[in-house]
Structure formats: C-alpha cells, structure tokens
C-alpha cells in the first residue's frame, strides 16, 4: 500500500461516524458490564440522546463481538417499538498521552426505564397502563422474532418508556437471528445449538436453566411473563439466589416438571440435580388471582414450563385480555414522571442503606450483606441445624480478612453494584457447584431462608466432625 492510500484509508475508515465533539455529554443513565451509558445532547440539533460507550475488555482481541453483533441487528430493524441506532462517536484517543479509544453507540434519550418506573414510590400502574405498555412490548418482540431475532435479555431494566408513553426494547447485546429447526432425511428434527450463558436469571426459563442449549425464541417469551407479572406486583416476581434456588422458585409457581408439562425434561444436562426436590403443585392461579382471571390466564400462557406450549407474542396479542375493559390506554393519555432509570433508583437505595436490594423491606438483608463484604462480625441468628448443635451454639462467625472481594463474586452470583447482572459466562453462577449434595436438604425451610446469607461453604460445615480450619470461616464463642 502507497503512502497515499494509506492516507486515503485513515481519512476513509471512520467515514459516516461523528466525533465526540459533535456531542455533549450530561449525566451517566447507566453501567454494567458493557460499560456505561451517559445522557447526552447533540449540539447540531440540540436533541437528546443516550450515549453508550463500549467497553473493551480485552483490546488486543480487537472490537467485542456482542458489540459488533448489537450493532448489525441494530441497523437491520426499523419498528416504533425497537430502539433505533442513530449514531456511532469514535474517539480515536491519542497515543502520545496514552489515551486509549472508545465506541459510543447513539440512541434516542428515553426518559425511564420500567425498572426505575416499577421501583419509584410515586408511581402505580393502573390496569389500562399496563395493557398498553404490555401490548407495545409484544409487538416489539413478535416483529423480532418474524426476523428470527432472538433478544436473549428480556427484562424489566431493558425497556425503556419516553413521557410520550411509547415503550421501546433495549440492549442487544446478547441478541443474535436465530433458524428455525428443520427435518433431517430420517423425519427426526435437526435444531441448532446456542450459548446457555444468556438472559438475567431472574428472568431465565427453566429450560436455561436445567442446560438446554437447543432453544428457541421461547425463552424471550418466558421473561415477558417475567415482566408482565413485575408490572402487578411492582417487583421481580422470581428472585432466585442461585440457579437451583431459581428453579425451586420457578416450581413453586409452576409446579414440578413432569413429562406432561415439559416433555424431555429429564434428559436435560442439569436434571439430576433437582431430582432431589419435593413435589410442587402449581399455585400461580392463587398467587395472582387478585388481579381476575384473564390476566392470570395470559400469565399462565407465558410462564409455561414446556417452551413449545408458550405462547408467541401473536398468541398473546391475540388474548382476551387485551380486547375486554379496561381496554389498552392511548400511550399519549398516560402520565408524565420525572425521570427513573434503574441506576437512579440504586442510588436512592444506597442512600437510604437498603444496599443492592430492590425494596425497602429487605434493608435488614442488605445490612447482613454488607456486613459480610466487609468481613465485619455477623449478628444474625445461625440456622437452626447450627443452633441445635452444642459445639457451635452461641458462636459468631466472620468471613477470614484473606476472603478476597472476588472471592466472594464466585458464591454471590452479582457484582455488589449490580444486582444479577449475568450477561458473559464468567459472570454466571458455577451451577454444579450450587447444586452438589446439599440438594438433598434444600427444601429444609432454615436452609431456604438462609441460602444467600450463609454461603455454600459455610453449609459443608454442618459435619462437626470435618477440620474447621480448612473453611473459609473463623467460629468465635460469644464474650
């Protein structure tokens, strides 16, 4: 190559980008392990924006894959219910000061997120409200899936809603197109496999779950139901600790699996480890009758065990909830708010120490937790299989100083600033792990409540006989 194409080819490389210049950057929206995302103002035009910045984990692997696979899906979908790409900043950095580069992906500014919505005190849905932004999600979802886009991280956090009362599907890091399985010569079906690391688990289907990695676009379906039950309750309304706590929540509501209702379970890679489990009898009618019998058949439809009996966003639509009184608000009728997005909401939390829980009611929790970040003494009462035992009665406990802050990532599942944010491998559970032997007492009502609170190191320990010193605690007796 010439020294004038060389030229030509660093003036043409970033060709259609804008520079950071060109924007003005306010304050930050949003952050995780994708990197963070700022509100911002385009000064050509003075229209705000979101500005996203890409994080680049590793830069000798060159631009992020999920980043670049975001972007490609971004440009291809045009729908007044998907979040559109406007605009891509490069900033080349500069290498005399050893300032290194970033990515910026350009989105309209969108005033809430449902999260911050559902978490604001001063907000309550009403059941027009719901219908109507429900109704705009479905049809957001149903236009990605007839392009055989599949989201992969549907949740409350990543809708995002304007004071025009338009919803609009974000994030799409994880999403990629997926193809429909299709007959092999002998009639028997031939599905592709994807990565199981996907979807927050607080919205990830069974199938997910117990190891599937044949599955379809089902699983997006499965965390509307999520969603469509967190806009009633006004909280997640499956908030796992673990993928088995996570399963055993999903069965309270669903029942247990059966080849009924989801044929083949058993021949999942994770089955063996909730064979343990007691038998559970569907109680979801009883959990959300309150809220009449047609929202609770809709929910139903989506939180179905077997992903080829759940509904599709068309069968959803379709439902009569949508066509009886109170029918969908007219999103322009719908209340304005100031703004809410989750990471508003996370700060009101820590300013009022209630930590990286969701709600007030759970501050004593979240001061337990912390307390066990700092490796501080840890007041609260043991389980009862600790208690009953005479050489550990009237024992505190506290983590070692040498239990490291990353040691503790690997038993609690999230980041202390970012509750169950599970997008990358590494950022998910070691799920043999949870689920070794300690399966077998898990439905022990001590062991249930206390599963988060005492590790599963800790939870070896019930043996008296075993080496204390080997575990990552220290007991001292009371004063």
């Known amino acids: 190559m010439s020294k004038m194409d060389t030229m030509n080819y660093k003036l043409r490389r970033f060709e259609g980008c804008s520079k950071p210049k060109d924007y003005e950057r306010l304050e930050k929206l949003g952050e995780g392990t994708f990197g963070e995302v700022h509100k911002g103002r385009r000064k050509s035009t003075?229209?705000?924006?979101?500005?996203?910045?890409?994080?680049?984990?590793?830069e000798k692997e060159g631009f992020p894959i999920t980043a670049l696979r975001e972007i490609k899906i971004l440009k291809t979908l045009s729908h007044v219910n998907i979040i559109p790409l406007m605009d891509i900043i490069v900033d080349r950095g500069?290498?005399?000061?050893?300032?290194?580069?970033?990515?910026?992906?350009?989105?309209?500014?969108?005033?809430?997120?449902?999260?911050?919505?559902?978490e604001n005190p001063k907000v309550n849905f009403s059941e027009a409200q719901i219908k109507c932004y429900m109704k705009q999600l479905l049809e957001g979802i149903s236009y990605l899936h007839q392009n055989n886009i599949m989201h992969r991280d549907m949740k409350a956090a990543n809708l995002l809603i304007n004071n025009r009362g338009i919803l609009k599907i974000a994030d799409f890091g994880l999403a990629r197109t997926f193809e429909e399985p299709f007959p092999n010569k002998d009639n028997s079906i031939i599905a592709r496999e994807y990565t199981n690391c996907?979807?927050?688990r607080w919205y990830r289907p069974p199938e997910l779950l117990l190891g599937e990695k044949k599955y379809t676009a089902a699983i997006d379906m499965w965390g509307v139901?999520?969603?469509?039950?967190?806009?009633?309750?006004?909280?997640?309304?499956?908030?796992?600790?673990s993928d088995i706590d996570q399963l055993a929540i999903i069965f309270e509501i669903c029942g247990s699996p059966t080849e009924f209702t989801m044929p083949g379970w058993q021949n999942l890679p994770r089955s063996e480890s909730i064979k343990a489990f007691r038998t559970y009898f569907r109680t979801l009618e009883d959990k959300f009758s309150e809220y009449g019998s047609r929202m609770v058949s809709l929910l139903g439809h989506l939180l179905t065990l077997d992903p080829h009996k759940r509904f599709s966003a068309l069968d959803a639509l379709n439902h009569s909830y949508f066509h009886t009184s109170p029918l969908p608000?007219?999103?322009?009728m719908l209340d304005t708010y100031d703004p809410s997005h989750e990471l508003d909401r996370r700060k009101y939390r820590e300013e009022k120490g209630y930590g990286n829980y969701l709600h007030p009611e759970s501050k004593e929790k979240s001061m337990d937790t912390r307390n066990k970040w700092e490796g501080k003494i840890y007041?609260?009462?043991?389980?009862?299989?600790?208690?009953?035992?005479?050489?550990?009665?009237n024992t505190k406990f506290k983590l070692k100083d040498n239990y490291t802050r990353e040691n503790l990532n690997s038993y609690m599942h999230h980041k202390s600033s970012h509750p169950l944010y599970s997008h990358d491998q590494d950022k998910q559970s070691n799920f043999e792990y949870d689920t070794q032997k300690n399966a077998n007492f898990y439905h022990e009502e001590s062991q249930k409540r206390y599963y988060e609170l005492y590790p599963p190191q800790f939870n070896q320990e019930r043996n008296i006989n075993d080496n204390t010193e080997s575990s990552n605690y220290e007991f001292r007796s009371h004063n």
């Open 225 to 241: 139901g999520c969603v469509f039950g967190e806009m009633y309750k006004q909280k997640p309304i499956l908030q796992g600790k």
């Open 198 to 200: 996907v979807v927050t």
């Open 46 to 58: 003075h229209d705000l924006v979101a500005m996203k910045r890409i994080l680049m984990h590793n």
């Open 94 to 118: 500069d290498r005399k000061e050893r300032k290194h580069g970033s990515i910026y992906m350009v989105t309209p500014y969108m005033d809430h997120d449902l999260s911050g919505l559902l």
């Open 329 to 332: 608000a007219d999103p322009s």
């Open 379 to 393: 007041e609260r009462n043991p389980p009862s299989w600790i208690m009953n035992n005479q050489k550990l009665k």
